[in-house]
């Protein structure tokens, strides 16, 4: 069965779409495109097609490699497609998961998430590294299992292809479809640097496994989102942008004082330090809640004024 | 190749297109109060003691005389970026040549780089310059 890389056919799509987006954000006035923050954008789905072409190889032997000791043998028919698509945004979900809550992914996704602004430019900002740092491993124990790595690729595609469009501020929430997929809204909590927002809705097109693995927030309108990462990016540069982690976890590696530590610094989620004085996305959301908790407290016990 | 090649084409119109619709904006940083306002965000604990704002509205450093704290504002397009440093935080920081010459900070951060400082009031690049001093790991080189 040969299948098409459906992301190649989506460029032209994409181009398009974007068009439309930044006409449509001129028509309303809205600041949702500024032009070198979309060409870094641009720019680094470039580099990441390129890294492709490079370094695609490496996904493509693993897949076969494994799929050669498979536990079934299922066939590479239409009926597959679907379930695979279903099996392959599970993996992405946890793929995406741990890209957020341990650094080592995280250097390579940290590029996704690195624009202030929120709109279909940013959908292609992509790492450079995450071929090389091996970060398609969440999806070979469906390849071990026997999907045909074919029908693997070919659904990751399309769930590339699917979440294009949730990446705009210019589509609000969705009605029956925010129940199980994943929407523009949902997503935009995602890119969110709020404390409410923090490591939330991590799939990809279904918003299902969220729900299902507690990491789900809705969007809520008194806090708008705030995009970005928490140390926001002091520059534009392509190359700074795809490696600026990985420099340093470099660093902290080389100033690390035990072996143990430095394998913490690669492994453990972004912000955690030894003596504490970082924090990780988690420890900010906690301190987050308990500030909440404080407040509503406070107001309950706040003395009803005689009458 | 050709599709890459199709890319960059695609990336020159989407720039040149966003460049027309007025799509590249500067963030300004035209007083002390956007600059307190943007690190109390960041460090609400910095005391900025000082404050310098570039001719250009584009930057602002601000001093911690307590903690002995550097507060780097720079705009970012149209957001800002905050970064605090110590003491030997600086790679370097040059000398402008000319009044027209911006003082220029290397970081040793790698998500903050550098930034520019530019004002044609030489006393107050003396200033900045002298205060800057002990944050500089690297001596100070001729720009």
Same mark, same amino acid.
């Given at each position: ?7 190649? &056919? ?10 439309? /987006? ?9 600041v949702s495109y500024e032009t070198r923050d979309t060409v ?18 490496? @996904? ?26 279903? @099996?392959?945004?599970?993996? &992405? ?9 341990? *650094? ?9 998430? #690195? ?53 705009? /501020? ?25 404390? *409410?927002?923090?490591?939330?809705? &991590? ?23 705030? &995009? ?27 100033? =690390? ?19 504490? =004085? ?30 | ?46 005391? =900025? ?33 905050? *970064? ?9 920081? =040059? #000398? ?46 001729? #720009?």
């Amino acid at each position: 069965m040969t299948l098409p890389d459906p992301v190649q &056919y989506a460029i032209p799509v994409f181009v398009v779409l974007i068009v439309a /987006e930044m006409l449509l954000a001129r028509y309303r006035g809205t600041v949702s495109y500024e032009t070198r923050d979309t060409v870094a954008s641009l720019m680094m789905g470039f580099g990441n097609s390129v890294a492709g072409v490079l370094f695609g190889s490496i @996904a493509v032997a693993t897949y076969y490699l494994i799929h050669d000791y498979a536990l079934f043998d299922i066939p590479a028919v239409w009926w597959v497609i679907p379930i695979c698509f279903v @099996a392959d945004d599970f993996a &992405y979900y946890w793929f995406h998961r741990f890209s957020h809550e341990c *650094r080592y992914f995280w250097a390579s996704h940290v590029v996704h998430h #690195s624009s202030q602004h929120y709109n279909l430019s940013t959908a292609l900002r992509q790492t450079w590294t995450g071929r090389v740092s091996f970060s398609f491993i969440f999806y070979l124990p469906f390849v071990y299992l026997g999907f045909p790595p074919e029908i693997m690729f070919f659904c990751g595609g399309l769930n590339l292809v699917y979440q294009f469009w949730i990446h705009t /501020e210019a589509i609000d929430k969705m009605g029956p479809l925010e129940l199980f997929m994943n929407t523009p809204s949902h997503h935009r909590v995602h890119h969110g640097t709020n404390p *409410r927002y923090l490591d939330a809705n &991590y799939a990809g097109t279904f918003i299902i496994w969220d729900k299902m693995f507690g990491t789900f927030v809705p969007e809520a309108e008194e806090d708008p989102v705030e &995009y970005g990462i928490i140390k926001r990016l002091g520059t534009f540069n392509p190359l700074r942008i795809a490696f600026h982690e990985w420099i340093d976890i470099g660093k902290d590696v080389v100033s =690390s004082r035990s072996l143990g530590e430095a394998v913490s610094y690669i492994f453990q989620a972004p912000g955690w330090s030894p003596d504490g =004085s970082r924090k990780t996305a988690a420890q900010l959301k906690a301190e987050w809640r308990a500030e909440q908790d404080r407040r509503s407290s406070t107001k309950l016990k706040k003395p009803v004024p005689a009458e | 190749m050709i599709q890459l090649i199709l890319s960059l084409v695609a990336i020159g119109f989407l720039a040149i297109l966003s460049l027309w619709l007025g799509q590249m904006r500067t963030a300004p940083l035209d007083s002390i109060q956007t600059v307190k306002a943007r690190l109390s965000k960041v460090d609400p604990e910095f005391r =900025s003691d000082r404050i310098f704002l570039s001719d250009d509205k584009q930057a602002a450093l601000a001093f911690d005389d307590g903690k002995a704290g550097l507060a780097l504002v720079r705009a970012i397009g149209d957001h800002y970026s905050v *970064r605090t440093f110590g003491h030997g935080d600086l790679l370097e920081v =040059s #000398s402008p040549r000319t009044s027209a010459d911006p003082v220029v900070l290397r970081t040793k951060d790698a998500t903050f780089p550098r930034l520019r400082f530019r004002t044609k009031d030489e006393q107050l690049k003396n200033e900045v310059a002298q205060r800057l001093e002990p944050f500089v790991a690297v001596k100070r080189v001729p #720009s």
